[in-house]
């Protein structure tokens, strides 16, 4: 499991693009295509998203500050960096309420959590 706090940031406030979006990684090849259209929409932003960063040059050089002391984990840290700046701009740009967006995040997911993968539910608390 990674993070997702900059992918639920991105997926406005839709909640099965949310829902599609923090449960990306656990569906597989074209099985998204079982969800309903609002989640499949968020697997693929989620996998858009992904793609962008992934291959972009100011991350792959990010990564590499990191590798000589984290090898492993240098792709995750730098991940974190990344939501923890897009989450300072959300925060400052379009004025929101950091407990109450953490709230909508988790009572959209726990509600929704039937629809989510086994290795995705099981990692929610309960």
């Not at 693009?17 to 656990?26: Q, S």
């Not at 909508?104 to 509600?111: G, H």
Request: hydrophobic residues 35%; aromatic residues 12%; charged residues 30%.
């Amino acid at each position: 499991m990674g993070n997702f706090l900059g992918h639920l940031v991105l997926s406005g406030q839709d909640d099965e693009v949310l829902l599609g979006n923090f449960m990306a990684d656990a569906v597989k090849g074209s099985s998204y295509k079982m969800y309903s259209t609002g989640v499949q929409e968020g697997i693929l932003l989620h996998r858009k998203i992904d793609d962008f960063t992934d291959k972009h040059q100011s991350y792959l050089e990010g990564k590499k500050r990191f590798y000589d002391d984290y090898p492993k984990m240098g792709g995750v840290i730098l991940d974190i960096v990344y939501d923890h700046l897009l989450w300072q701009y959300e925060l400052k740009h379009q004025k929101l309420n950091l407990k109450e967006e953490i709230k909508r995040y988790y009572e959209t997911l726990d509600a929704q959590k039937s629809l989510m993968p086994d290795r995705q539910s099981s990692c929610m608390a309960t």
